[in-house]
């Protein structure tokens, strides 16, 4: 039987009359006890009030701006039995001092308590409130039993996998390759990283002559190059099975498949089969490249990972999409000496950044492209002696097919969610083959969660770590909610790309109100010192609170400096916060400090601002 409960906010100490800033929750959706419903801020601090009971919100009490105090009603719930003798029992959450991390009852991405401010990422569905398949039950023996399960070893499993036998669970972790780091490690981020490194620094020494330094044309050895990727792939891979050692997380090899909601059975390359039985698990399955099926098989039609294994340098190479993915490859190939089309079915390369931030790029790299066909799909493909015949339509198709030695496929990956037998686990998945989540990670079956890019966009590893952190612990039943503010973007091409919270098209696209201040590189004594002074870094600022809540750096280096952004979007930071950090000079981090400064109309590294 349920009930309706009245939330209150509990004990906050002396607070009184403190204003909502934020609302996290709305009729209908299912909380959970402990999960945060309102964000409130003093003068002094801010807090989320966390949920006594668990249940189905019926009604909101209060909005933005309205003062509460110990007592005040939050919202209404239906409860069920069980979560109504939470409600008496679940702690009161205390306010932090402004700065002091706050013990109320939620968390960031990252697991840890945070004081509140910004606007918060949406939250997924909840998760109960979906309905599943019928799960199977399987009446066999297991070989292996455990407490927690962790089904793939990319970023998000292996997380997960660590994160949990460090909170004291037992814990398996099946993997169907024997090398763990998944896509990231092993024909990813990584070693798509290594290649880019190389170009970077060849094409570096190639603007040398402009100092007065002068080598002679590169002497490529593949095999060496090569060698080097696969060598910082190994230590990695190495350095991840060592440390599942030291954690004492067994490592079963082999390809997973449910077989009921609390039994894995595993397939090992020599045909072996172990059941694992779990009481939790983790799904982390990952995705795979999206093949276009009017191509043919040939060996000069890669995905990523084909064209990581840099087996030739062609002389002309099509890029099928002009996303990250496929632009970082085709400025590794482009520097080694092959000529690039990129061809993309929408109106701009490297969706999802800002136009002002690509169009530094786009300037740049120019040179390495014969064709960029925007707004223009390729249709067909014929596999010649020549070499790959691709045939394109749209506005910027060229007048026929155009042969290429090597055709690299990247218009985007899959998810791995309906080859892993989720239904005989009750786990519900999407027609696309993703498994949606609730804040906690959980699937609709409450024992068993998922992460990483196998539950959505955007596909990125450091998202699926931080989505590791919070199944992990949700799981031990800690209160660990993911709840990032933001997740950052690079593209690692030359010059990097980076972005992180709201971008300026999407602040537009949902009419808030913003402020912003663009510091031009041209004025930064570091860029310039470096040769490299096209980029510029950019904040946006909340109109209303004044907070920072996206930015975006083009230029050299610009993934590694987004990371301030980052702590400032999600610590809520003003202007001043940052303008009155001091920054190391000479350096390209400057550039965030100065372009706060200029929001604020104090700095002093650029003509005065014009008199209005
Ligand atoms: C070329 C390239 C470059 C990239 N660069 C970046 C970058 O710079 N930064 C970034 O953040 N992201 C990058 N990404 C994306 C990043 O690699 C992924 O977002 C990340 O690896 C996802 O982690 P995951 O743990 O969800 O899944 P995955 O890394 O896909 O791992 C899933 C694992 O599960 C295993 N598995 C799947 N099914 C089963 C089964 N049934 N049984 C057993 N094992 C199974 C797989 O073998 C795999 O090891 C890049 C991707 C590519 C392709």
């Not at 632009?327 to 701009?348: H, K, N, P």
């Not at 699926?464 to 952190?469: F, L, T």
């Not at 096209?534 to 930015?551: M, N, R």
């Amino acid at each position: 039987m349920s009930q309706i409960v009245e939330v209150k906010v509990p004990d906050i100490g002396d607070f009184k009359d403190v204003a909502v800033i934020e609302v996290l929750v709305q009729p209908g959706e299912t909380v959970r006890v402990e999960q945060s419903l309102i964000s409130v801020e003093s003068d002094k601090a801010s807090m989320e009030i966390p949920s006594s009971a668990a249940g189905v919100v019926k009604e909101v009490k209060v909005n933005l701006g309205d003062k509460v105090s110990e007592g005040s009603v939050v919202l209404t719930l239906e409860a069920a039995d069980a979560a109504t003798g939470a409600a008496a029992t679940a702690p009161a959450s205390k306010p932090a001092a402004a700065g002091a991390p706050a013990p109320a009852a939620t968390s960031t991405a990252a697991g840890s308590v945070a004081p509140s401010a910004g606007p918060r990422a949406a939250a997924a569905p909840p998760a109960a409130a979906r309905t599943g398949p019928a799960p199977a039950s399987y009446g066999g023996k297991a070989d292996v039993e455990c407490e927690m399960l962790v089904l793939g070893a990319g970023p998000g499993g292996y997380s997960a996998a660590f994160r949990s036998a460090d909170l004291g669970m037992k814990t398996v972790l099946v993997e169907r390759y024997a090398s763990l780091g998944g896509v990231c490690l092993n024909v990813g981020c990584i070693p798509s990283k290594a290649l880019l490194h190389t170009a970077s620094v060849m094409d570096e020494v190639a603007g040398l002559p402009d100092h007065g330094i002068s080598y002679g044309p590169p002497q490529i050895d593949l095999d060496k190059l090569r060698a080097f990727k696969d060598g910082v792939v190994k230590k990695l891979t190495g350095g991840l099975a060592g440390m599942a050692k030291m954690r004492k997380v067994e490592v079963v090899t082999g390809v997973g498949t449910f077989l009921d909601p609390h039994h894995l059975e595993v397939t090992g390359s020599d045909g072996g089969r172990k059941v694992v039985k779990f009481q939790k698990a983790i799904i982390a399955a990952g995705s795979q490249p999206i093949s276009l099926p009017f191509l043919p098989k040939d060996e000069r039609i890669v995905d990523s990972t084909g064209a990581l294994l840099l087996k030739t340098i062609p002389k002309r190479m099509l890029v099928i999409g002009g996303g990250i993915i496929g632009l970082e490859m085709a400025t590794v190939y482009s520097t080694l000496g092959t000529r690039i089309d990129v061809v993309e079915m929408l109106d701009g390369l490297m969706q999802g950044a800002d136009r002002d931030l690509v169009k530094v790029w786009e300037k740049l790299n120019a040179p390495r492209f014969d064709r960029v066909m925007l707004k223009t799909k390729s249709v067909g493909g014929k596999a010649t002696d020549a070499g790959i015949e691709v045939s394109f339509e749209g506005e910027k198709a060229p007048d026929g097919p155009q042969v290429y030695d090597l055709v690299l496929v990247a218009v985007g990956r899959t998810p791995n969610g309906k080859r892993i037998g989720a239904e005989k686990a009750g786990v519900a998945v999407t027609e696309r083959g993703f498994i949606e989540v609730d804040r906690q990670m959980c699937t609709n079956v409450p024992h068993i969660r998922a992460i990483g890019d196998i539950i959505g966009q955007p596909m990125l590893a450091h998202k699926a770590v931080h989505e590791a952190h919070v199944a992990a612990e949700a799981a031990h039943g800690e209160p660990s909610f993911f709840d990032a503010r933001q997740i950052p973007s690079v593209a690692y091409t030359d010059p990097e790309v980076a972005w992180a919270g709201k971008t300026e098209e999407e602040c537009k696209a949902q009419g808030i109100k913003i402020g912003k201040a663009v510091f031009p590189w041209a004025a930064s004594g570091r860029a310039i010192a470096n040769g490299r002074d096209e980029g510029f870094t950019k904040l946006l600022f909340d109109e209303s609170t004044h907070q920072v809540i996206g930015g975006g750096i083009v230029g050299t280096h610009a993934g590694d400096l987004i990371s301030e952004v980052c702590l400032a979007i999600e610590m809520g930071c003003q202007p001043a916060d940052i303008g009155k950090t001091i920054h190391p000079h000479p350096t390209l981090g400057e550039s965030i400090g100065m372009t706060a400064e200029l929001f604020e109309g104090v700095c002093t590294d650029l003509p005065p601002a014009r008199k209005k």
